[in-house]
């Protein structure tokens, strides 16, 4: 409950802890049944990951890294790259006519929202991008808008683009 949804790539499951929709709507200020779906759209961005193989070869590499913050700007690209992955299957979903007006908006709040940079400013009043894991509000606006825009997971490599947009 403490760190909110999350993908465990041991059991390949999704843990969705419930109160952090609700924090997401009263305290972030992204409500909207699209920015919960984005969010878990995101973690099943995770598993698509882990069944490619990115997760293990992210995490040898962090375990190679020279410092903390190259292994957390790999998180970023990782997290990134699942909000990319979550923009396509929001596009898919656009092509289907299940998104409703407005939608895409509540999805690209709450990227905005859970951005490392307010989340930080939040909780301790300064941002420190050297510790970030899962990237600013603008690039995770940037890339949630590039899968959405696209609907294509080639165009979700934020290892090759270096991971800023």
């Not at 099943?44 to 193989?53: E, F, I, K, T, Y």
Request: negative net charge.
């Amino acid at each position: 409950a403490a760190v909110g949804p999350f993908y465990c790539p041991a059991d390949g499951k999704l843990y969705l802890d419930l109160s952090f929709f609700a924090d997401l709507e009263r305290r972030l200020g992204a409500p909207g049944d699209f920015a919960q779906a984005y969010v878990i759209a995101h973690e099943v961005g995770h598993h698509v990951q882990n069944l490619l193989g990115l997760a293990d070869r992210v995490t040898e590499a962090q375990r190679r890294a020279r410092s903390r913050e190259e292994a957390n700007a790999l998180s970023v690209r990782m997290e990134l790259q699942a909000d990319c992955l979550a923009g396509v299957w929001g596009h898919s979903a656009a092509g289907r006519g299940v998104l409703e007006a407005g939608d895409v908006e509540e999805g690209l709040r709450a990227a905005a929202a859970i951005g490392d940079d307010r989340m930080q400013h939040m909780a301790q009043g300064r941002i420190s991008p050297e510790s970030w894991t899962h990237g600013s509000s603008e690039m995770r606006v940037t890339w949630l808008r590039r899968g959405l825009e696209s609907g294509d997971p080639d165009r979700c490599d934020t290892f090759a683009a270096g991971g800023g947009g």
